[in-house]
Structure formats: structure tokens, C-alpha cells
């Protein structure tokens, strides 16, 4: 279903400078409109973020894109995603081949996309809880992902990469953010390249906004 919509994105992404041919490809074949509520099918294949409900949002499939081309990925390498929410940019990681491990805070959504990986048969590690201290079992990660806005960057997710590993995270205000990536040179050197302007949903944690 909706395969001629899905190559259409997967045409507008690439005018609009997306190279990466694996992660194009993804974007072809992941089925995004499996990961949006019902009544919003019909919207899935827009180059739009859509409402999951909770008061949260599925990103902008641009956003999805260009989050996963700044990683840099190779198959096989591993990726910790905090903010699961939908479970479409984990989907698209999982289909580039990657080991993914994913955090989501609110338990609703964690159990739902849970279910909705289990009954697709998407391979993915995820857990409930707070993001913005990593998950220290797993690391050091290949590749971070920080799919919610944070007005700093989280120490413990600096400490999870790996050397060379590259952290992807929107930092600034609750209604804008500059897209952080950030290059692991050595354990307390690092690479900073911005890129504006964004807009997440908040990440609410310890190492994120305090508050609900
Ligand atoms: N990657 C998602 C985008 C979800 S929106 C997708 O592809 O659909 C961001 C998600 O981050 C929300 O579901 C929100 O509940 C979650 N979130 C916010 N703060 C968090 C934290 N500290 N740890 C884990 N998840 C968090």
C-alpha cells in the first residue's frame, strides 16, 4: 500500500539534499503510514510531523533523514535513540541494518510501539525510562540520536560514544532548537557543526528540562 506515495517522498527528500542512498532507500521501503493513528493515514506520506497522540509528534520525514545522514552510519553499527515516540525513525534505522536501542519515557507510547515492533517484526532493544542518561549497559554506541529539544547537552550521552561516533541531538528554547552534530575526536574533544532551526517536542529529564 502507498507505494507510489512513498517513492514520492522518497523524491522530494532528495531535492530537498538528501544523498545518502542508504537512508533513502529506508525511507522507500519503511511503511510510515503504520506509524501514524488511523485518521492520519492518508497524511502519512507528507513531508510533515504528524500527532501521536500524548501530546507528541512522529518527525518530519526531512527531519528523519537528515538526523540519520549526519550519523554516518555503516551497517552493523550501533545506535542508542532516545525519544521512540512513533518508532518510525527506529524503523528506518533498523532497515539501514542497524543494532538499535531505543528510550521512550512515557510508558503508553513505549508499550504501543513496543507491540507495533513485535507485530511488524522490527528488531529493536527498547526500554521505558529516562533518556538523557544514556543507556550505560550497551554503550559505547557508534551513533546517538536525540529525537526530542534539550537546552544542553547531556554529559552522559557524550561519555556512551564512541571515538569517531557521531551524537545528533537539538539543543535550545522549547519552541526552536539549532541541530547539534557532534563528532566523539577523543574522550574530552569533540566537534560541534550547527545547524538551524528546528522543532522538537521537549525532552523531559534529568539531564534534559526539568518539568512536565
Ligand atoms: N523518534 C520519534 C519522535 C518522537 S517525539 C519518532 O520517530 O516518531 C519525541 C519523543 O521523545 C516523545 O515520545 C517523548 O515522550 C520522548 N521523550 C521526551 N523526553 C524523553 C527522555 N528523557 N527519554 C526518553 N524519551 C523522551
Redesign the pocket.
Known amino acids: 500500500m502507498y507505494e507510489r506515495e512513498r517513492l514520492e517522498l522518497v523524491d522530494k527528500l532528495s531535492e530537498k539534499g538528501i544523498n545518502d542512498i542508504f537512508v533513502l532507500k529506508a525511507i522507500g521501503e519503511v511503511e510510515r503510514h503504520l506509524?501514524v493513528p488511523k485518521a492520519m493515514k492518508h497524511h502519512a506520506y507528507k513531508d510533515i510531523a504528524l500527532p501521536?497522540g500524548?501530546g507528541?509528534?512522529?518527525?518530519q520525514p526531512y527531519t528523519?533523514a537528515f538526523m540519520t545522514e549526519a550519523l554516518m552510519l555503516k551497517p552493523k553499527f550501533k545506535v542508542l535513540?532516545?525519544?521512540?515516540?512513533?518508532?518510525?525513525?527506529?524503523a528506518i534505522l533498523f532497515k539501514m541494518g542497524i543494532q538499535v536501542y531505543s528510550?521512550?519515557?512515557?510508558f503508553e507510547?513505549y508499550s504501543a510501539t513496543r507491540k507495533l515492533f513485535d507485530h511488524l517484526g522490527i528488531h529493536v532493544n527498547t526500554k521505558c525510562?529516562?533518556?538523557?542518561i544514556g543507556w550505560d549497559e550497551f554503550a559505547p554506541y557508534n551513533g546517538i540520536i536525540v529525537?526530542?529539544g534539550s537546552p544542553n547537552i547531556p554529559s552522559s550521552l557524550k561519555k556512551q560514544l564512541l571515538i569517531g561516533g557521531k551524537l545528533v541531538i537539538p539543543v535550545g528554547d522549547k519552541n526552536s532548537q539549532i541541530l547539534k552534530i557532534i563528532t566523539k575526536l577523543d574522550e574530552d574533544e569533540f566537534d560541534i557543526m550547527d545547524v538551524p532551526q528546528f522543532s522538537?517536542?521537549?525532552?523531559?529529564?534529568r539531564e534534559?528540562w526539568n518539568q512536565k
Do not use: N
Not at 200 to 205: K, R, T
Open positions: 506509524f501521536i500524548y507528541q509528534t512522529i518527525s528523519v535513540e532516545i525519544g521512540t515516540g512513533s518508532g518510525y525513525q527506529a528510550i521512550e519515557r512515557q507510547i525510562g529516562d533518556g538523557t529525537t526530542a522538537f517536542v521537549p525532552l523531559i529529564g534534559g
